[in-house]
């Protein structure tokens, strides 16, 4: 508990950890890192885990304040950067999530401790860069408001159906419980994340008076991230595939769709960033992120 002015005395929140998997991404470390530490309830370190970058994402994170520990895929990375960190709770964001304002790791963490649950993922919005399909297409960004509210509502449906899904571009972990079910599963990849909302919802038991023992934070806790790959595989059946085969059949089979060559399209140059897009974004409702 702490003092506030009037001797009112509130609860601390927690230490929070962030880790961020990382393969050529300096362009991306070096906006998002600034913004993690201005949140009003700055994360205690940054980890960043690189999986072998060849530019100069290591240099980038620790000139800007950030651990670099070894990373992998997605699943290793995420994974040995929560196993090295401290904080009591571990936040998993992409390097190419942005925050869109700097209140939200400390309404994210009094929701969670609101709610009693040990994880939770949040809604998504898009940010587009020049040179980005959506930048200057309105009927593109009106596609993508509606493919993104349509995968939003459906991390809660399938919450409320028992079946938790969602995406580590923000994902908030209890880091003790974290350790306890064994982390990231690589074997599940691209569907580590929902796998271990899965495995933590039927490990863990739930708070009372709720359904699971994980959540999705309320929609004004939203994430903005990058639509680059759907600008690269298409807007339709990437995106629409991705999901129906991480959620519906996963359901239906009740086993694992691993796809096991999926993140090496990020390899690919296609993934990488425009230089000539270094310095502007906006996204849908914020005309930049700050």
């Known amino acids: 508990m702490k003092a506030t002015e009037e001797g009112v005395r509130q609860p601390v929140k927690p230490t929070l950890s962030v880790v961020i998997p990382v393969l050529n991404e300096a362009h991306h470390l070096s906006e998002l890192l600034p913004l993690l530490f201005r949140q009003d309830h700055p994360p205690v370190e940054v980890l960043v885990a690189d999986a072998g970058s060849s530019d100069d994402s290591r240099e980038v994170a620790m000139t800007l304040g950030a651990r670099v520990v070894t990373g992998g895929k997605p699943a290793a990375g995420r994974t040995a950067g929560a196993l090295a960190a401290w904080g009591e709770w571990v936040c998993f964001l992409d390097a190419d999530t942005r925050l869109p304002h700097e209140r939200l790791f400390g309404q994210a963490l009094s929701q969670v401790l609101a709610w009693g649950v040990v994880g939770a993922v949040a809604d998504n919005r898009a940010y587009y860069r020049p040179g980005d399909k959506g930048w200057d297409r309105w009927w593109v960004r009106a596609w993508d408001r509606f493919l ?141 992120v700050p």
Request: hydrophobic fraction near 40%; avoid cysteine.
């Open 148 to 288: 993104l509210a349509f995968l939003n509502n459906g991390q809660r449906a399938w919450l409320q159906a028992g079946f938790p899904v969602g995406q580590a571009v923000f994902m908030l972990v209890r880091r003790d419980v974290f350790v306890q079910v064994g982390g990231f599963d690589s074997k599940a990849e691209p569907y580590e994340d929902s796998e271990l909302l899965l495995r933590l919802h039927r490990r863990i038991p739930p708070p009372a008076g709720r359904r699971s023992s994980v959540g999705v934070l309320s929609p004004p806790l939203h994430v903005l991230i990058s639509t680059r790959r759907w600008d690269v595989k298409g807007r339709l059946w990437f995106p629409i595939s991705l999901g129906v085969r991480g959620s519906l059949f996963r359901w239906l089979l009740r086993r694992e769709l691993p796809i096991p060559d999926y993140w090496e399209l990020n390899a690919q140059a296609a993934y990488r960033e425009r230089p000539s897009a270094a310095a502007t974004i906006h996204g849908e409702k914020e005309k930049r």
